[in-house]
């Protein structure tokens, strides 16, 4: 799903690049617009948050939450408007 929301933004022209890290207590999908800058979005999962919060967070350039959930496709909305209004 991540990858698909990528190919799709990469298509756009929004991002160039990505990384993927996986940490101790979370994994960190990062999109940039260009490789030598900090990310644009980070999606991120900590499972320990599933009860609570959700596991899933979209994050901004400045590190503030985007949309945090229990579902992926839920939280990838917050993207996938921007990608609309680009389209439009």
Partial sequence: MILHLYGRMVQAGEWRDYAIDGLKDQAVFSAF???????????????????????????????????????????LRVLERKLLKLVE
């Fill in 33 to 75: 617009r260009r490789a030598c800058e900090m990310s644009a979005y980070c999606i991120v999962k900590q499972p320990k948050l599933a009860g609570r919060q959700g596991q899933y967070a979209v994050t901004g350039s400045g590190g503030q939450i985007l949309k945090r959930g229990r579902e992926l496709p839920q939280v």
